[in-house]
């Protein structure tokens, strides 16, 4: 179990310490114990939030976050799962792995930190770029329509879809909160500021 976290290499303003700062208030208000708890991640500049928790964690493969989370819950349903991953993981490579989450309703959390970009990557166009956003893979602006990820979660089957800005630190607490309470698959997608390469 990890009790030090490792030092956070996040570019100043972004918008991971914000959900960083949302998620740890949640679980130290619903009061879950560190040994019940595991934070899984799959690779992204969010993922790197397994390492930054206390309790259990581990930052997979890209992609692959939720079949690992559903893995874990599956062996031992009393502890607290909760998944991490960016939008090019959970709604590109990974889509199928959300979509039967969704229609399983194994309950964990699923939260998508949303910049609208693959960051670590250094801000390619993902399949939640804007129309028009100019990217490193995009540098006359992007001309394919973004998908809708909260549509998406819903018509899959998932019962707990919610959608929320990076902003609102207690909105977010409350929504993960809520999340955590939910008896099945629960999506939040965090709309994420990325100073470094999110523009528009
Ligand atoms: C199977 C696989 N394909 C591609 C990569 C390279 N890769 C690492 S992170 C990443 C994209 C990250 O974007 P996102 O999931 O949106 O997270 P962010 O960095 O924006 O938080 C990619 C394509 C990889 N690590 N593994
Ligand atoms: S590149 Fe963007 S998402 Fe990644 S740490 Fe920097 S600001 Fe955050």
Same mark, same amino acid.
């Given at each position: 179990?990890?009790?030090?976290?490792? %030092?956070?290499?996040?570019?100043?303003?972004?918008?991971?310490?914000?959900?960083?700062?949302?998620?740890?208030?949640?679980?130290? #208000?619903?009061?879950?114990?560190?040994?019940?708890?595991?934070?899984?991640?799959?690779?992204?500049?969010?993922? %790197?939030?397994?390492?930054?928790? #206390?309790?259990?964690?581990?930052?997979?493969?890209?992609?692959?976050?939720?079949?690992?989370?559903?893995?874990? %819950?599956?062996?031992?349903? #009393?502890?607290?799962?909760?998944?991490?991953?960016?939008?090019? !993981?959970?709604?590109?490579?990974?889509?199928?792995?959300?979509?039967?989450?969704?229609?399983?309703?194994?309950?964990?959390?699923?939260?998508?930190? !949303?910049?609208?970009?693959?960051?670590?990557?250094?801000?390619?166009?993902?399949?939640?770029?804007?129309?028009?956003?100019?990217?490193?893979?995009?540098?006359?602006?992007?001309?394919?329509?973004?998908?809708?990820?909260?549509?998406?979660?819903?018509?899959?089957?998932?019962?707990?879809?919610?959608?929320?800005?990076?902003?609102?630190?207690?909105?977010?607490?409350?929504?993960?909160? #809520?999340?955590?309470?939910?008896?099945?698959?629960?999506?939040?997608?965090?709309?994420?500021?990325?100073?470094?390469?999110?523009?528009?």
């Amino acid at each position: 179990m990890r009790h030090n976290t490792n %030092k956070i290499q996040w570019c100043p303003g972004c918008g991971d310490f914000l959900i960083h700062i949302a998620l740890k208030q949640a679980i130290t #208000e619903l009061k879950i114990p560190l040994h019940q708890l595991v934070v899984v991640t799959g690779i992204g500049c969010n993922s %790197k939030m397994s390492q930054y928790m #206390e309790g259990y964690g581990s930052e997979t493969l890209h992609g692959r976050g939720i079949p690992f989370a559903t893995g874990v %819950k599956m062996a031992n349903p #009393e502890l607290t799962v909760i998944s991490v991953s960016g939008d090019g !993981d959970s709604y590109g490579i990974g889509v199928g792995h959300l979509i039967h989450a969704c229609r399983r309703n194994i309950p964990f959390v699923h939260i998508t930190c !949303d910049n609208q970009n693959y960051a670590l990557t250094t801000g390619q166009a993902s399949c939640t770029t804007p129309i028009g956003a100019k990217t490193k893979s995009t540098p006359e602006g992007n001309e394919i329509a973004p998908m809708h990820p909260v549509n998406l979660a819903e018509v899959a089957g998932c019962k707990f879809v919610r959608s929320v800005p990076d902003k609102d630190i207690k909105l977010m607490k409350e929504t993960i909160m #809520e999340a955590i309470k939910f008896n099945g698959f629960a999506h939040i997608n965090i709309q994420q500021s990325c100073p470094s390469w999110k523009r528009w």
